[in-house]
């Protein structure tokens, strides 16, 4: 894949498109876990969510520049 995107004359890094495919999956995974009420046995959730986030961005990375 390449290492930019051009979206309407602009080049856009593959990293920060992975970044809002990364957001996206956080949020229904967010959800479900709310309904399943994961949050009361973690300590920190806005920490746990945060580095959700970063751990699905890392992998949407290796996973495209592998």
Known sequence: MPREISFFDAYIPTVLLLAVLAAALTVVIDRLLVRVGFYAL?????????????????????????
Not at 48 to 57: A, D, E, G, I, P
Request: glycine share 4%; with cysteine.
């Open 42 to 66: 973690t300590w920190h959730p806005a920490l746990f969510r945060v580095s959700m986030f970063v751990c699905f961005t890392a992998l949407l990375g290796l996973y495209v520049y592998r």
